[in-house]
């Protein structure tokens, strides 16, 4: 897989619109930030592995393939529980881990609060999921953290990445390839994302 994968897809496009209108209710935000990744998984899940097995149909026995380990969702707070759900409702078979950090208003740099992984973290495959990938520091952290756990499989996740951030992110973590829905312009004084949609967390969670 190379390293950024930015999806192409007509409801993929329509479903960003939608989120990046300010206008956009924090209930329909929610909803659509939830179907856009939704749609996302098809690629999310593309590199997990499978393995045979035989089972019986109501008709016969036939050999077919499941996932050989389901993998560790690892949701960056807030904002990637947005995503997350999403994921989880589409493979219940994985886990979900959380990694707590926040961006500094002053620095923007992100600050640890808190993680959480199931115990064979280091045996499974890692998706690593936050809608935005600005100046790539949270992001960063997080796969760090990963790395430091022995994880060596992680794709990161995003909904909007900024050239600043995906350049930051590639020279951290060049073996972890980046699927996103939109390659933005830039980053702004305050290292927004310009077009961008704004704070993700504040308008999933309306705060
Ligand atoms: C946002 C976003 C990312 C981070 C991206 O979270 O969800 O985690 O900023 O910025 P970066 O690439 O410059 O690090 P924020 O820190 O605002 O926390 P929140 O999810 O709790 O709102
Ligand atoms: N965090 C967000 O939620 N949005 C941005 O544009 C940048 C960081």
Same mark, same amino acid.
């Given at each position: 897989?190379?390293y950024?994968? +930015?999806?192409?897809?007509?409801?993929?496009? *329509?479903?960003l619109?939608?989120?990046?209108?300010?206008?956009t209710n924090?209930?329909l935000?929610?909803?659509?930030?939830?179907?856009?990744? /939704?749609?996302?998984? *098809?690629?999310?899940?593309?590199h &997990?592995?499978?393995q045979? +097995?035989?089972?019986?149909?109501?008709?016969?026995d036939m050999q077919?393939?499941? &996932?050989?380990?389901?993998? =560790?969702? +690892?949701?960056?707070?807030?904002?990637?529980?947005?995503?997350?759900?999403?994921i989880?409702?589409?493979?219940p078979?994985?886990?979900?881990?959380?990694?707590?950090?926040?961006?500094?208003?002053?620095t923007?740099?992100?600050l640890f609060?808190?993680?959480?992984?199931?115990?064979? &973290?280091?045996?499974?495959?890692?998706?690593?999921?936050?809608?935005m990938?600005?100046?790539?520091?949270?992001?960063?952290?997080?796969?760090?953290?990963?790395?430091?756990?022995? +994880?060596?499989?992680?794709?990161?996740?995003?909904?909007?990445?900024?050239?600043?951030? =995906? *350049?930051?992110? *590639?020279?951290?973590?060049?073996?972890?390839?980046?699927?996103t829905?939109?390659?933005d312009?830039?980053?702004?004084?305050?290292?927004?994302?310009?077009?961008?949609?704004?704070? /993700?967390?504040?308008?999933?969670?309306n705060?």
């Amino acid at each position: 897989m190379s390293y950024l994968k +930015v999806l192409e897809h007509p409801l993929i496009t *329509h479903k960003l619109t939608i989120l990046r209108d300010k206008d956009t209710n924090p209930a329909l935000f929610k909803s659509t930030l939830a179907s856009l990744t /939704a749609l996302m998984s *098809h690629d999310l899940f593309s590199h &997990l592995a499978t393995q045979p +097995v035989t089972i019986t149909t109501p008709l016969e026995d036939m050999q077919t393939q499941k &996932l050989a380990k389901p993998p =560790v969702l +690892v949701s960056i707070l807030r904002a990637g529980n947005g995503m997350a759900d999403s994921i989880f409702d589409i493979c219940p078979e994985a886990s979900m881990a959380h990694i707590g950090m926040q961006r500094d208003p002053d620095t923007h740099e992100p600050l640890f609060y808190y993680e959480k992984y199931p115990q064979d &973290l280091s045996m499974r495959q890692c998706i690593l999921i936050d809608p935005m990938l600005a100046t790539g520091g949270s992001a960063i952290m997080a796969a760090d953290r990963l790395k430091e756990k022995r +994880v060596s499989d992680i794709v990161f996740a995003c909904l909007v990445a900024a050239p600043e951030g =995906v *350049h930051a992110f *590639h020279n951290a973590h060049s073996d972890v390839p980046i699927i996103t829905a939109a390659l933005d312009r830039e980053l702004n004084e305050n290292c927004y994302i310009l077009p961008g949609l704004g704070d /993700a967390g504040d308008r999933i969670f309306n705060t």
